[in-house]
């Protein structure tokens, strides 16, 4: 089974651009989705992770 993880957090780009945001993945797990994330988006900085209710 698989769940949808929240991610939320802020762009911090090399060019000094900051932006709150939050990114949604569907993974089994919360590392999953935060292995995921990391991955894709190198700039984005996570504070919190949530489930989708």
């Not at 991610?7 to 797990?29: C, F, Q, V």
């Not at 988006?41 to 989708?52: A, D, G, K, L, S």
């Amino acid at each position: 089974m698989e769940t949808k993880f929240i991610l939320s957090g802020r762009w911090e780009r090399p060019n000094g651009h900051i932006m709150r945001d939050e990114l949604s993945y569907i993974k089994a797990t919360k590392q999953e989705a935060i292995a995921t994330c990391q991955r894709l988006n190198p700039h984005f900085h996570i504070h919190t992770v949530r489930t989708e209710s």
